[in-house]
């Protein structure tokens, strides 16, 4: 799944943090209900402007970001 069409970023909608495309719902809102156990259906009965789709595309961003990142130890 790609994610690319349904999270974006702008500095002027919640100071820049990811969001669903169209929405001023968070990334970080979706994945805190995935962890708290809510299923898809009570996040889209909810949300009712969301697709199934965008929850999907909450935790495949998440993921990217993760792989991504990159830690370096520090020589003490």
Do not use: F, N
Not at 5 to 21: F, M, N, Q, R
Not at 49 to 68: F, K, M, N, Q, W
Request: hydrophobic share 40%; with cysteine; net charge negative.
């Amino acid at each position: 799944m790609s994610w690319e069409s349904h999270i974006s970023i702008d500095p002027d909608i919640l100071v820049g943090k990811p969001v669903i495309t169209g929405t001023r719902l968070s990334v970080e809102l979706i994945i805190d209900l995935l962890a708290q156990g809510w299923s898809e259906e009570q996040i889209l009965k909810s949300y009712p402007g969301l697709t199934h789709e965008d929850v999907h595309a909450c935790p495949a961003y998440v993921s990217e970001i993760l792989r991504a990142e990159k830690v370096y130890p520090l020589k003490v």
